[in-house]
């Protein structure tokens, strides 16, 4: 059972950054896939962006250059670096994880972006 805390929401301005991390319990060494997917309020749940294993990233389409994602197996990270904040990024942001068959979900952190 793998435990994600994640950390680094709150309040910014838009054209703002944010620079979320993710924690894991245990060794990423062996997880998967690892990564942020974001539900603002009325929406559904959807991909931020996602790294494998190897390195091998896929972005969430709204993403256009803005984020970066980046995963430190040796500190059991993964961390979010959001540039040129938009109101429309304001949601709640979750890590997940995904390790075999086994999906994982930190509890989220809230982002909410000021016009």
């Known amino acids: 059972q793998v435990q994600l805390v994640e950390s680094g929401g709150g309040l910014v301005q838009a054209g703002g950054s944010l620079r979320l991390s993710c924690a894991a319990s245990?060794?990423?060494?062996?997880?998967?896939?690892m990564g942020w997917y974001r539900q603002a309020p009325g929406k559904q749940r959807e991909l931020v962006v996602v790294?494998?294993?190897?390195?091998?990233?896929t972005y969430g389409y709204f993403v256009k250059g803005r984020f970066t994602i980046s995963r430190d197996n040796a500190k059991s990270t993964v961390s979010l670096q959001m540039n040129s904040l938009k109101p429309e990024d304001t949601a709640v942001y979750y890590c997940?994880?995904?390790?075999?068959?086994?999906?994982?979900w930190g509890q989220g952190t809230q982002v909410t972006v000021s016009s």
């Open positions: 997940k994880a995904v390790a075999g068959s086994d999906e994982y």
């Open positions: 245990e060794s990423i060494g062996s997880i998967n896939v």
């Open positions: 790294i494998t294993r190897g390195g091998l990233k």
